[in-house]
């Protein structure tokens, strides 16, 4: 009987290492869910073929947050008021290497993010669109943790909340002086933070365009 008991604790024991790993794995995985990121999001990736950082991408994506807490409120995240991030990468979700990490800016400060008040019924409407025009931004490269001083012009949309939700926005953003050398083939990793929520999704298929180097003619040298 004690063969048979070790036998059932070996068996036991064997089946429980696969199913902590599968634990950890979707608990991972579940790490990725607070921003839920469009399928259909748009990118394009242009290399410039110079020396880096000379690169340029545009991302058009709507993004949803999820992140409702335990009492079934949100956080009061506004990528409006408090910016976000966005970072470029290869691999998958939860084990991807990231290649550009972007930093934006708040688009509008939580008094502007309103209308004035109508005389008629004097309560503030909030905007629902806003306009980034070539802002220098803080883009870095996460493997490295070097920095580069980067451009960006934008654009953001509150979308109506969907239920069960903390809000939806779409962003449409052109950020140009980064280094996307190693972003070769499809699919590419997309990762929004939001606050201190974050979403990825690693299935987004990129236009990467040819690189088309500065072969301006030099001017020719003065005659003596």
Known sequence: MKIRCYSFKAIVGALAVPVMFFALANRAS?????????????????????PEPSDTFQLKATFTNDDINGEGGCDGDDPVTQGLTITLGTGACGSSTDV??????AFASSDSAKISPLKKHGKKKH?????????????????????????????LEVLPTPAGTCGQWTV?????????SAITANPVVVTIGQGDDT??????????????????????????
Not at 100 to 105: A, H, L, M, S
Not at 134 to 155: M, Q
Not at 172 to 180: F, P
Not at 201 to 222: H, K, L, Y
Request: charged share 25%.
């Open 100 to 105: 550009v990490q972007v930093v934006i800016p």
């Open 172 to 180: 449409d953003a052109e950020v140009s002086a980064v280094d996307l």
């Open 30 to 50: 579940a790490q990725e869910t607070d921003i839920l990121i469009d399928n259909a999001a748009e990118l394009q990736i242009d290399p410039s073929g110079n």
């Open 127 to 155: 905007k629902t669109h806003f306009i980034m025009k070539k802002k220098p931004v803080t883009a870095s490269d996460p493997s490295t943790g070097e920095l580069e001083n980067a451009t960006i012009s934008g654009e």
């Open 199 to 224: 979403g990825c999704n690693d299935q987004i298929q990129a236009q990467i365009n040819t690189p088309e180097p500065d072969d301006s003619p030099e001017p020719p040298e003065s005659g003596d």
